[in-house]
């Protein structure tokens, strides 16, 4: 389950979004990949959170450069990703944070998409204030104690009550759920994207104010700003399952990759890489922060990051 943002993503292709799970079946259509009889060309998924532009971004980097393929992206929302991975119109997802429906439907039922393997990257999802904020009220951790705070958070979008803001509509988010069976004083508000939250929490920070907000690890943000999560009433396994009463905190989830099952079966040494693309936390971060807050282009922090760890990547190739 995750949530996620809006970071230009270099060399981008126009992808029609298509619509959920609900509507045509989409998984009639064999791989482009198998479809061009050894064209080494590989299509790539690319969520919208500097996190996964990251991943890309040295996936292709070393597809071009070490294996010798053209790379198009395509950026897409999480859940319309997968109904396109699954009609092949992109040969991979480098990082899921957990699709249980789509997963049933696409990878055991019809058996459309493959599982790639872990990402070597576990993500949380979480409520953090500021650590400054902690700092003045250390008890403000504890969901129990939030509504004693409300008026902290007060804003224009929240009214009288207090603002618990949030990315994308588009994220997987059970914050709605568990503001009202946690019967909490807070509105959900969003910011819009990724970058649109990172730009309003820097303004909080810059001018010590309070602020509640979704976010989660890795980010590279943490860095900059310091913030403390929250803690909500502790995750048991089957406690999200009915999204409507979600009142727990959100897993770990260890971050998943996902390839076409025409192209994982046909498309030679790149998938065998995909497969192999293993990395940590501080790898992804460290290139999310030559992207974000370095301003490097995606294609620039990869070469930095591939020059500087070659021991790492040598082996996806081996």
């Known amino acids: 389950m995750r949530t996620r943002t809006a970071y230009s993503v270099a060399a981008v292709t126009s992808l029609a979004l298509l619509s959920g799970c609900g509507a045509a079946d989409m998984?009639?259509?064999?791989?482009?990949?198998?479809?061009?009889?050894?064209?080494?060309?590989?299509?790539?998924s690319v969520q919208s959170w500097v996190g996964a532009q990251a991943n890309v971004a040295v996936a292709q980097y070393l597809l071009e450069h070490k294996l010798g393929y053209r790379?198009?992206?395509?950026?897409?929302?999480?859940?319309?990703?997968?109904?396109?991975?699954?009609?092949?119109?992109?040969?991979?997802?480098?990082?899921?944070w957990g699709?249980?429906?789509?997963?049933?439907?696409?990878?055991?039922?019809?058996?459309t998409i493959t599982r790639a393997g872990g990402l070597g990257v576990t993500g949380h999802i979480g409520w953090y204030v500021p650590t400054y904020l902690v700092k003045q009220h250390p008890d403000i951790t504890d969901w129990k104690n939030l509504d004693k705070?409300?008026?902290l958070f007060r804003t224009a979008e929240s009214g009288s009550k207090g603002q618990l803001m949030d990315g994308s509509p588009s994220y997987v988010t059970n914050d709605k759920a568990l503001v009202t069976n946690l019967k909490l004083n807070y509105q959900v508000v969003f910011a819009g994207s990724e970058a649109a939250q990172i730009t309003q929490m820097k303004q909080f920070a810059k001018e010590k104010k309070p602020f509640l907000t979704y976010w989660y690890a890795p980010q590279w943000l943490f860095k900059k700003v310091p913030m403390?999560?929250?803690?909500?009433?502790?995750?048991?396994?089957?406690?999200?399952?009915?999204?409507?009463?979600?009142?727990c905190a959100y897993?770990?989830?260890?971050?998943?990759?996902?390839?076409?099952?025409?192209?994982?079966?046909?498309?030679?040494?790149?998938?065998?890489?995909?497969?192999?693309?293993?990395?940590?936390?501080?790898?992804q971060n460290e290139v999310s922060l030559m992207i974000a807050d370095q301003k490097l282009s995606p294609a620039d922090a990869a070469k930095k990051w591939v020059d500087d760890h070659p021991a790492t990547w040598k082996a996806w190739l081996s």
């Open 27 to 44: 998984t009639k259509q064999a791989s482009p990949f198998a479809n061009a009889q050894g064209a080494r060309t590989v299509t790539l």
């Open 71 to 96: 790379v198009d992206t395509v950026q897409v929302d999480e859940v319309p990703a997968w109904d396109a991975l699954s009609q092949g119109r992109v040969d991979a997802i480098m990082e899921d």
């Open 228 to 247: 403390t999560e929250v803690k909500l009433p502790a995750y048991k396994e089957g406690c999200d399952a009915d999204a409507a009463k979600v009142a």
């Open 251 to 283: 897993p770990h989830t260890p971050l998943q990759k996902y390839l076409n099952t025409d192209f994982a079966k046909k498309g030679g040494k790149a998938a065998a890489f995909l497969k192999k693309f293993k990395w940590t936390t501080e790898d």
């Open 99 to 111: 699709h249980p429906d789509q997963e049933k439907r696409y990878v055991d039922d019809k058996k």
């Open 149 to 151: 705070y409300s008026s």
